[in-house]
């Protein structure tokens, strides 16, 4: 449903949105429980058990989709890292400078002469 509303202060016109809530009862039901409060208020209660049901299925399905995500997201990385461990196998093994020799020791006589 749509209203209109002049706004004096700007001159212009404003489209304003009325929602309304769906109801649990039909103009009809209620025509005809309207005298019997405790029909109309397990009506109302029903419905908002099903609401109830409802927002927890919702919930539920937005749960499930935030741990698929979540998985996803480790899933991607997971083969990112190892896409990157088989890039860096590949590549040719750096170069490295050779050491420079080693100088052989001369033997110290003195130190086997005793035993």
Known sequence: MKLI????????NVEEKKFSLPHFLSDEDFSSLR???VSVADRADAF???LQKELDTVRA????AAITDQQTCSLLE?????HLQFRNA??????????PPLRARPK???LFANH
């Open 5 to 12: 509303k002049h706004l004096p202060s700007t001159g212009k």
């Open 35 to 37: 005298h019997d409060a």
């Open 48 to 50: 908002i058990r099903d």
């Open 61 to 64: 399905q937005a749960d499930a």
């Open 78 to 82: 997971q083969k990112y890292l190892s």
């Open 90 to 99: 590949d590549a040719p093994a750096p170069v490295l400078p050779r050491p």
């Open 108 to 110: 110290a006589p003195a």
